[in-house]
């Protein structure tokens, strides 16, 4: 889900915020404004991941595991967004259980293709987010169009 | 929503095939294996913005009002699959209308960035599509593998 990827995010970005202090996941739960739940087991996550050191409990808290620029934003949204492996419910023309008779052509062949379609299509999206690290969206954070920048450069 | 765009991509692919007739939206329905009333939501778009010519009712019927080569695939995904024009539920922090004091800066800021983020990620996503026209997509259909090949090419 992509709420996901925006709570990892925006933890990150609280932890590089107050390093070195360790932060309760109850304190960027309240930050996010989000149930503690949700937080705990994107936490999880990125805890198992490295991109977190730390423990959960009784004086417990987090702290980042390395450096923002260390982190690629891409490797981030493919961490909390995995990859959709089947496009079957977005896929017209009978399922392959259907043993009816008189199929056309085009319903034959039509799933092979758009999942083709869908799945390059997804991957270069993904690629997008693997040109930046989670010092860029610092950046941004900090001066707003950092983004738009890029594009309209590329653009031109 | 990603089958409106299959929906109409495969109508047309099968009007395509049965040139010069006539096509009921009952036959296509029957064909994509969904539901008539769908269907005929997603003909009637595309009926008014030129991809069909033809009227519902007795004797009525589709046919295509252009060939596929002039029909871009990336105009008939934001036709079918309107920009998300809000990410307000992706994306974490206090709303606007929140009084709530002492928000940390973060907190105040992503939305922005994260919007920023995900309207260009989308708008290079449709660039992708903008790429094909549904020549492309029927090419793909009778010897699968354009879309992958095309992109290895690009990558090679």
Do not use: C, W
Not at 74 to 94: H, N, Q, V
């Amino acid at each position: 889900m992509k709420l996901d990827f925006s709570v990892a995010v925006h933890s990150i970005l609280y932890l590089d915020a107050h390093r070195p202090n360790k932060v309760s996941s109850r304190e960027l739960a309240q930050s996010l404004n989000l149930n503690p739940v949700m937080i705990r087991n994107i936490l999880s996550v990125l805890h198992k991941q490295g991109y977190l050191i730390g423990t959960v409990g009784k004086n417990g808290g987090y702290q980042l595991g390395k450096d923002l620029a260390a982190m690629n934003l891409g490797d981030l949204y493919d961490l909390t967004i995995p990859p959709t492996l089947s496009y079957a419910r977005f896929i017209t023309g009978p399922s392959k259980t259907d043993e009816q008779a008189g199929h056309s052509p085009i319903a034959a062949n039509i799933s092979e293709t758009l999942t083709d379609l869908f799945t390059v299509a997804d991957r270069q999206y993904r690629d997008y987010y693997h040109q930046f690290t989670m010092a860029d969206l610092r950046e941004d954070l900090h001066h707003h169009g950092y983004f738009l920048a890029r594009e309209a450069h590329l653009e031109s």
